[in-house]
């Protein structure tokens, strides 16, 4: 069974950077997609980002296309989700999910807890 923990939220002004990490307990981190989704209060979740098993193929929502960067490291077992640039209507939890190379979340089978990002205007 996966699991998958994130961490690196926090409270940021508009205009600032955090990176956000993705922690998975798992041998075969490498054979999975990696995704990050975000979910504000009110709204559905919604797709961020998602990098393919290699780490070579990325996909961006255009909302954050040219501000976030998705990346991964197989031998650490980790994903990264790093954000410049950050606007209010970027608050959200943000959640990663391991599963296929797609931007639906029903493609992917194991999610971490999320974290909290909050950008003050």
């Known amino acids: 069974q996966v699991q998958l923990v994130e961490s690196g939220g926090g409270l940021v002004q508009a205009g600032g950077s955090l990176r956000l990490s993705c922690a998975a307990s798992?041998?075969?981190?490498?054979?999975?997609?990696l995704g990050w989704f975000r979910q504000a209060p009110g709204k559905e979740r919604e797709f961020v980002a998602t990098i393919n098993w290699s780490g070579v193929s990325t996909d961006y929502a255009d909302s954050v296309k040219g501000r976030f960067t998705i990346s991964r490291d197989n031998a650490k077992n980790t994903g990264y989700l790093q954000m410049h640039n950050l606007k209010p209507e970027d608050t959200a939890v943000y959640y990663c999910a391991a599963g296929a190379y797609r931007r639906a979340s029903e493609s992917y089978g194991a999610w971490g807890q999320g974290t909290q990002v909050t950008v003050s205007s």
């Open positions: 798992i041998r075969t981190f490498s054979s999975y997609a």
